[in-house]
Every structure is written in structure tokens, then in C-alpha cells.
């Protein structure tokens, strides 16, 4: 008896996620979405080209907060457990910026990883010169990625480029903040 119990419930799930998912793709959704929007994918492919990269750069900050060794560490560990702080803020403005567009936003695991593009992490001790160089090299990428994306969302879609702008020049301030332990020896 508890498993036609089971079954029905199960049935009765699916069957209301299904109809749920039908809703999301009728045209009195799809009609409620800005204009602009189902015009081009420019804007929510650099939205999600940049959550896949600023998902990817906050578990490497949080890998290197846990991890860093050396005469900087609490220096380096207390700014980058306020870094990936700061970028989890953006994951989700990102993310729904893009759903604001009518796309659905993508963070699995598998993929941020194999999209992100960005030089891997170790998850031995690291370092703190080492995490300082390693940081900065990938804020660098994300910066000049997010220059392009900027330039090009400005020609059709302002909001998400004001977006882009602002993750920018947090992460730009958080190279500005790595450059910092860049002294001479």
C-alpha cells in the first residue's frame, strides 16, 4: 500500500513540474520579457560566460583564504575572505540579471569548470606569494574579459552593461588590493 502511496505522489510531482515547465515556455511568460531581450543573445551569453568565470574565481579565492601559508597569511587571508565575499554578491545579481532576460543561469560545478577557462587551483597549501601571483593572473583575465563584454552589451542592452561595469571595477579593486603584496625583495 505505501508504494502506490509513493507512486502516486511521484506521479503527481512530475506531473506538476511538467506543467510548471510548460508555463515557463508559453508565450504570457515570454511576452512579459523586455523587447531587447528576445532580440539578441549577446547580453545573456555575456552573462553567462561571466557567472561562469566569477563562480569559478570565488571558489579559487575561497580555496586560497583556506590554504595560503607564509609571513602574509592573515593579511591574505582576512582581504580574501572579504573578496569572495564580495563576488558571491555578484553571482547572484548576474544570474538574475540574465533571468531578468528570460534565460535560465547556469552554475553546475561541471560546468563553470570546464567554461570558466581560468588557470586551476591546487588544493595543497599554497603559498602566499604564490597566491598573490596566481590571483592576480586570473583577475587580470576576468578584467580584460569583462572589458569586451562591456563594449559589446553597451550597443544593445545598457542595464546589463551598468552590471558588467560594477563587477569590473570590484574586480579591478581586488587586483588593485593583490598588487599590493607585490613589493620589492
Keep these: 500500500m505505501k508504494k502506490i502511496y509513493l ?3 511521484v506521479l503527481f510531482i512530475v506531473g506538476h513540474l511538467q506543467a ?3 508555463n515557463f515556455k508559453s508565450d504570457s511568460v515570454n511576452k512579459r520579457i523586455p523587447a531587447h531581450a528576445t532580440k539578441s543573445s549577446m547580453s545573456t551569453d555575456a ?3 561571466t557567472l561562469y568565470e566569477i563562480i569559478d574565481q570565488k571558489h579559487a579565492v575561497h580555496q586560497a583564504h583556506w590554504n595560503v601559508r607564509g609571513p602574509q597569511f592573515i593579511s591574505l587571508h582576512e582581504m580574501l575572505g572579504d573578496m569572495y565575499g564580495e563576488l558571491n ?3 547572484d545579481q548576474v544570474a538574475e540579471r540574465k533571468l531578468a532576460l528570460g534565460k ?7 560546468e563553470v569548470a570546464s567554461n ?3 588557470s586551476t587551483v591546487t588544493s595543497e597549501f599554497v603559498s602566499d606569494h604564490h597566491v598573490v601571483d596566481h590571483l592576480s593572473e586570473r583577475y587580470k583575465t576576468i578584467s580584460e574579459r569583462l572589458e569586451a563584454r562591456i563594449e559589446t552589451t553597451g550597443k544593445t542592452d545598457t542595464v546589463t552593461q551598468d552590471l558588467l561595469i560594477a563587477l569590473r571595477n570590484t574586480i ?6 593583490l598588487r599590493s603584496f607585490n613589493y620589492p625583495k
Design 7 to 9: 507512486l502516486t505522489f
Design 20 to 22: 510548471q515547465n510548460a
Design 47 to 49: 552573462l553567462q560566460a
Design 89 to 91: 554578491g555578484f553571482i
Design 104 to 110: 535560465p543561469a547556469d552554475g553546475r560545478p561541471a
Design 116 to 118: 570558466a577557462n581560468l
Design 172 to 177: 579591478d579593486l581586488h587586483l588593485w588590493k
